[in-house]
């Protein structure tokens, strides 16, 4: 019998992107007067940084798919005793920036997964400004009670956007000036919003800083892309593909988000990029995405946080690649939503796939084989879409422990993925 072919076609628009998401509730929590926000993540990570600010006083109304969002900005006030940050550790890092600039104490915490995180990363350059802050051991829930702060000069050994955040949101919020390197640079979007609404941000030598200027911040209004990190499955599932072609529109293509289209074309995947235009100071496109046969790749230390929530669904892409991949310096991958590191490994080999974890590298060895098995998901939203994308191929019989941790990300993700000729 012939092998089935699955053609890929048709359109799909990704979700509103997170991270901008997050950042632009909590800058209009901030601004003076009411700013209108469209294209918002409606996922529950989203949701939860509107919880947070609303248990603050702050007017937010209902973030539903197609609405405009309209914030309030206001004082903040501590009504509530515990801020529960759910699943989102963007949530509870940027919040303590925010929080550390308000003269209240307030207690964040969160899910199991949450509760897990290193929260030291943030916690300590806040305690170097002044912010009071009790907590147990290296994560939550913990205690901060801001107030006066002092401006900081920063080296941040991570190369993280949500300790940079962070500092930049306590900056703000206590109106001291604050000045951060990182090893490497991490995506952009509070310093492009910083810079859309004329607050007195900065680069150089990429060093990023803050220079308070004693205004207050003004109501906005934005429009959110669509976020890459969501749009990445659907242009995986595409390229693994037998035939056909898939429209992605409406993607933000900030530089420092784009790692997996650079890793592609390396791989053999070429990916368009048309219509390119501007949202609030944000590179968009739409993405044009045809099978490709794919070969293994070295991704490198200093491309990592370009990409760093698309190993997963790239650790897939090169297991059906020709050769092997090594993604290196992945370590900040243990301390994810889950154990990203350990269990892309191991569920490629439950699938037959030959992958480890070597120190801090993630090796993958690509096979014709059709992936067969079961995944445990950890309930962490970018492993089970990852793994429903290695579902899609040809001969493949992929279980996944739990599918609705989708909802976090991207909610319409298993209708746009059937959409897209996916099974
Ligand atoms: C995010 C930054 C990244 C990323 C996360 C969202 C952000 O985390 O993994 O999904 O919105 O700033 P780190 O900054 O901890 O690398």
New binding site residues.
Partial sequence: MAPKVRRVGGVVRPPGD??IS??AVMLAALARGKSELSGLLTGDDVKSTARVLRQLGVDISTIRDGATVRITGARLTARSARLNCGNS??TA??MLGVLAGQKFAATLTGDASLRRRPMRRVTEPLKQMGADIKERGDGLPLTIRGGKLRGLTYSSP??????K?AILFAGLTGQVPVTITEPYR??D?TERLFAHLGLGIHERDSTISYQPSGISIPSFTVTVPGDI?SAAFMVAAAVLADGGELLVENVGVNPTRTGILVVLERMGAHVERINLRDAGGEPVADLVVRPAGLKGTEVTAAEI?TL??EVPVLAVLASRARGSTVFREVG?LRV?ESNRLELVAANLRGLGVRAEALGNDLHVEGTEKPPRGRVDTASDHRLAMAFAVLGTVEGADVKLSERKSVAISYPGFFDDLRKTGGR
């Fill in positions: 997170k991270s997050h950042r550790g963007t890092r940027l991570v190369a993280s956007a949500q300790v955040s991490s995506r979007h990190s946080p760093v929530d900040e994810k």
